[in-house]
């Protein structure tokens, strides 16, 4: 499928993916490096990490939902909503899908008249998306109260788990590398955004460390003696209720 995009576009700079296998086996690691082309993967278990696709996903689900409502065939529906969101201005660029790619409109039923080509100026539009950007992640971060992270390299972290039924976080795993503002690398060299990761509390870092990281300790926390004696409590323990109707 990527052959025949790239027969009519030209190879990409570089793609951006997430994190399934199959993007992550070999056979398509080589297929890009045969074609020259970066490969970025988005943070685990992150989707806003690759936005972008993810916001065309929804309005895909719509559309196939609204097809099914009406009982209209899927392909037809898509072909419809391509042509209309290739020939619209996005509200960022100014510019349509289609224009920004070609360099000039697409001529629809909905044109009344032909403009002439304009000369497309990249500084000028990059600057606007820059802008529209920032002004975005300024009202998103004053919403949601973000706080920039303080993880930095050689802290020991705990990963967020995703799925229900096992224990809330991992082992502990120490950072190595940042490969963004909020993006962290970890020894295992799997990336994680920092809303998944949770610092290592100071007295479970104090228990030890291995080569590989944090060891857990499966022992009772017990106090020890000044001569290295471990000191039992001297409280008394009654037998449960329930014993005394046994011979124990």
């Known amino acids: 499928m990527l052959n025949t995009v790239f ?14 296998v199959q993007f992550t086996s070999s056979e398509f690691e ?9 490969h970025y993967k988005s943070s685990l278990y992150y989707p806003r990490a690759n936005g972008e696709v993810e916001r065309w996903n929804r309005v895909l689900k719509q559309t196939l939902q609204l ?34 790619l070609h360099n000039r409109k697409l ?30 992640r300024n009202y998103t971060d004053s919403k949601r109260g973000a706080v920039n992270p303080k993880f930095k390299p050689g802290d020991f972290v705990r990963v967020k788990r995703p799925n229900k039924g ?7 795993q120490k950072i190595v590398n940042t490969k963004g503002p909020f993006t962290y690398v970890l020894e295992d060299g799997r990336v994680w955004n920092a809303s998944k990761l949770s610092l290592c509390p100071v007295e ?5 460390s291995s080569s590989n990281g944090i060891q857990n300790s499966t022992a009772e926390n017990k106090p020890v003696a000044g001569d290295g004696q471990v000191r039992h409590s001297t409280r008394p323990r009654n037998p449960p209720v329930w014993s005394k109707d046994y011979d124990m």
Request: glycine share 6%; with cysteine.
């Open 7 to 20: 027969a009519r576009e030209g190879l990409p700079n570089e793609i951006v993916t997430d994190n399934g």
């Open 30 to 38: 080589n297929f890009l490096h045969n074609c020259g082309i970066k």
């Open 67 to 100: 097809a099914s409502q009406e009982r209209r065939g899927w392909k037809e529906a898509v072909v419809e909503l391509l042509t209309a969101y290739r020939s619209t201005p996005h509200q960022t660029t100014g510019k349509s899908p289609s224009e920004l």
């Open 107 to 136: 001529i629809t039923r909905m044109n009344i008249r032909h403009d002439k080509p304009q000369q497309q100026d990249d500084a000028e539009l990059r600057s606007r998306v820059a802008q529209r950007q920032e002004k975005s």
């Open 166 to 172: 096992t224990t809330k976080f991992s082992t502990p």
């Open 204 to 208: 479970f870092m104090a228990q030890g």
